[in-house]
Every structure is written in C-alpha cells, then in structure tokens.
C-alpha cells in the first residue's frame, strides 16, 4: 500500500521502437484502476534507463514485455523508462496504473552524456505520478569498469560515459531534486570496483553491481519486479540484496529452470551489494597503504604482482578483454601473507584495507567456477602500462587523468605504476 516513506528508482535504457508493442500488449492499458490520492507516496518507482543504442538494441522487446508481464502491482510500484535505440530517436514513458504512456520524445539522443541520465533522473524524481517512498537507479548497457559505462554507437568515435561523469549526473539530480536515490544498480559488466563505488560514496545509499563481466540475461528482472509487486514494502538495503540473491537463482538454476537467453549452464557470474557510507573508510586505508608502499620498494614487487595476479580472474576466465579489476580482499589477503615477517607493519595496513573492504560489500555472490576469488569488490590492477594508458574511444581514458576521486584521495595510480611497470614478453 502506498505510505509516506522512501522510494527506489530503477535505470535502464530502452529502445524506442517498440513503443507501440508496449501498448498493444500491456493489458494494464485496459485493466487500469482509478485514480489514486496524489500526496500519497508508492513504495518504489523503478526508472530504467536502456541503453540500446548499440549492439544491445535486439534485446530491447524481449526486457520491455518481460518488465511488463512482472509488474502486476502498480499502484506500490511504478516504471520510469529511458529508451535509446540503434536505429530509432530516445524516448521516455512511464508505467503506472494508467499503463504504458510516453511523456516525452527526446529524438535523437546521446545517451554516452552524463546530461541525458541528469535529464532523465530529474523527471524520475519530480513527476508527481511517480512520487515514492525509495529511488533505485539500474544502467543496463555495456560497461568497462573504471574506464566508463552507456557507449553510445549512433554518435561519432562511438563514446562512452565516464565514471566521473556518471555520478556527476547522479550527484547533480540529487542537487536539483533534493532527493537522493537509495539503491543503484549497475546492469553492465566490471563496474564493482572501488573507483566506481569511491565516485558515487556521498551520491546514493547502495551499489548493485558485479566485479566480471555481466550475462546478456542481466538481472533478474522476472524476480525483481515480480517480488515488488507482491510484496513492495522493502527496505533499500533489502531489495538490493534481494537482486542478488535472485541473481545467483537465475545462474546457478538447472538447465530449463528460466527462459534464459543463453544456456549459461552456472557459467561465470557475480553480483554484489556495496554500502557506499562506508566508502571513505575503505579510500583511507588505500591511502595510508600507499603512503607505506612509496617510494618503490624492489623486494616488494615481487609478492605486489604475485598476489594481483591471485586476484584477477581476467587471466583464466573470458572476460571480454575488458576487465583489469583484482579482487580487493583475495589480493591484500595475499600480500599481507607474503610480506607479514619481512615487512609487518605493510602487512597490518593490507589487513586493515580487507577489513575496511568488508564493511563495505554487504552481500555477495559468485558462481562456483571463481573457486572463492570474487568477493564483491575489485580495484584496477594492470599488467602493464600498455593497459593504464589504454584509449577505448575518441576520448583518452589514461587512468590517471579520467578525475576518479579514488586516485586523488590515495594515490592508487602512483602504487600501480611503480609496481606494475612494462610486462616485458620473452624472446
């Protein structure tokens, strides 16, 4: 039932063109109730913000009537959707106990602009018909960690949105609004690192998102919206963990259990709930890990690259050439064991960022094929600087000059030059 509390706004980006599907067959266009007070709050309004104006874009009618057929409670729950498409112009709609209705034609939008998610989010949060108690925000498209999220492939250099410039556009909807989104989830691959986490720690409650790369499934989309709609009275902290329990259903389930878009048959998955208040604690201990581990020390190097290596599952497993993140407890774990007699006072900061990194990750979940080396959160280790100064766009994408306040707050990128340097291959 609809009371005065909080509300969650779910982001995804969905494609236009099957607009005109939404409506023939969502059966909540006729079976509508009546109107409803209008100071009375929902429990959550779910804003999607579909980015499928790329590769993705075929999946688009497959999600929407998936989201459609889910959402059987719309009067405690409601859909705010963004959709950019391949081939046709963005749009944003709404679905409440009115059904499916676009409230506005942006043409040919890019959705890779931080200003396009700003737009989109403000609308979310001020348009009366979708005042709730909780806002989650859910990105669904591409992502390559620390590097950025959203490529938009209809404009030119086909660009992508950067962290910095994604939680600004979530920093600058709260500023204008005055309400700040409780749970965002992050529908795209390698975007559980603390450089992600670090750019969002006083912009939102929560972050559900996964160190590996993501299925095409994505989440649990049946579970999510099924679940609010026959019991929406959840707490933020509830419902982000309840994504990733229904994750882990939906991946780990015998072969035939969902209609899955791929056989994944329990393949490599993970999805894990970050508490973003917990996040400076964690950039503290980095920094004064830094500060012990500069200048470069030789005999450290060693067990420095030994332990990240542990810790990147990237090197055995297929991660679409775009995941450089080391597990951040599994490789300070490690490294605090090899250096604990030679250099006991680094070992003790290294055990300090485990734990600092422990009160951050609140759930998580991974596939058994991880053999126990994805905990929930990762931070950017390269193995070399042909990877820090990588370029995926039209745009520089060096590590250190992409303005993560993660880098400044510990200087990170000082720690990983120094230790990582130039992989030499033999001759």
């Not at 591409?142 to 404009?155: N, S, T």
């Not at 679409?320 to 774990?333: H, P």
Request: hydrophobic residues 45%; proline residues 4%.
């Amino acid at each position: 039932m609809r009371k005065a509390t909080k509300l969650v706004v779910t982001a995804i980006a969905v494609c236009m063109m099957i607009v005109p599907a939404f409506v023939l067959t969502d059966a909540f266009t006729k079976n509508a109730s009546a109107g409803t007070d209008e100071d009375d709050l929902r429990d959550w309004t779910i804003a999607m913000y579909w980015d499928a104006d790329n590769n993705l874009d075929g999946l688009t009618v497959t999600f929407v009537d998936m989201w459609l057929q889910s959402l059987t409670n719309r009067v405690d729950v409601a859909m705010s959707v963004y959709i950019d498409g391949l081939y046709d112009p963005a749009n944003i709609s709404t679905v409440t106990e009115a059904g499916w209705q676009e409230v506005e034609a942006l043409g040919e939008a890019n959705s890779s602009d931080p200003a396009t998610l700003q737009h989109f989010l403000e609308f979310t949060l001020t348009d009366a018909s979708l005042a709730a108690e909780n806002y989650c925000l859910i990105v669904q498209d591409h992502g390559l960690g620390y590097l950025g999220l959203c490529v938009d492939e209809g404009e030119p250099g086909r660009p992508w949105m950067s962290i910095h410039g994604f939680a600004s556009a979530v920093g600058g909807a709260k500023e204008a609004t005055g309400k700040m989104i409780d749970v965002v989830e992050l529908d795209a691959c390698t975007l559980a690192m603390a450089e992600v986490a670090y750019e969002l720690r006083d912009k939102a409650g929560y972050l559900v998102a996964s160190e590996k790369a993501v299925p095409f499934d994505g989440l649990n989309y049946m579970a999510l919206l099924g679940g609010l709609s026959v019991d929406p009275d959840v707490t933020p902290v509830e419902l982000a963990c309840k994504m990733v329990d229904d994750y882990a259903d939906w991946y780990s389930a015998p072969l035939g259990t969902y209609p899955t878009l791929y056989p994944y048959m329990q393949d490599f998955a993970s999805l894990s709930v970050l508490d973003l208040s917990m996040m400076q604690p964690l950039a503290d201990a980095f920094a004064a890990l830094t500060a012990e581990m500069l200048p470069l020390q030789a005999d450290l190097m060693g067990p420095f690259r030994e332990s990240s290596k542990t810790a990147i599952t990237a090197m055995w497993m297929n991660c679409m050439g775009c995941d450089y993140g080391a597990d951040i407890k599994v490789m300070f774990t490690s490294l605090a064991n090899k250096v604990q007699d030679s250099h006991p006072t680094l070992a003790a900061k290294c055990k300090a960022v485990v734990d600092a990194a422990d009160d951050v990750i609140i759930k998580n979940w991974a596939s058994w094929r991880f053999r126990g080396r994805c905990t929930g959160m990762s931070v950017f280790v390269p193995p070399g600087t042909g990877i820090y100064n990588v370029y995926w766009d039209t745009l520089d994408r060096v590590y250190d000059q992409l303005d993560l306040d993660f880098v400044d707050a510990t200087g990170w990128d000082e720690i990983v030059l120094a230790y990582t340097g130039t992989m030499k291959i033999p001759s």
